[in-house]
């Protein structure tokens, strides 16, 4: 069975695909959740428009993802937090405390999720955080960690 999907899903395809699908998967599945609609020549048209708004969108979402990129690699962001006379953290920083940093420091929001912080940061000092806001663009960027 053809079916045009009107929404992104995993390991089938994005939104405005074409894909072929099983009988029942289609029939019990897709259809009736309003994830996909049957391709008929009108509904091909339809898949087009789609496609195009996906491409637009995705195009600007890579172009702020570029931006973001720029403006904090070239920055350190300072993250503060409780720490012991030795620079042992009493907590530890995760991507959620990075994302607040990021956004009070630079003026960018960055979503939590897509920041990679390695293992546990459980000390003072500077640290390389990853970055991924767009599945095209990853970066890299400075923080560092200050007792308060």
Known sequence: MKVILRSDISGLGKRGDIVEV?????????????????????ALSQAA??????DLRDAADRESAQTVATVLVSKTIEVVAKAGPE????????????????????GVELDRKKISVPDHIKTVGEYSVGAHPHPDVEFSFTINVVAQ
């Open 22 to 42: 099983a009988e029942g998967h289609g029939r019990n599945f897709l259809l009736p959740r309003g994830m996909a609609i049957k391709a008929s020549d009108g």
């Open 49 to 54: 428009a789609m496609r195009r708004r996906r």
């Open 87 to 106: 620079g042992r953290l009493y907590g530890s920083i995760h991507a959620a405390d990075v994302a607040a940093a990021v956004s009070a420091q630079a």
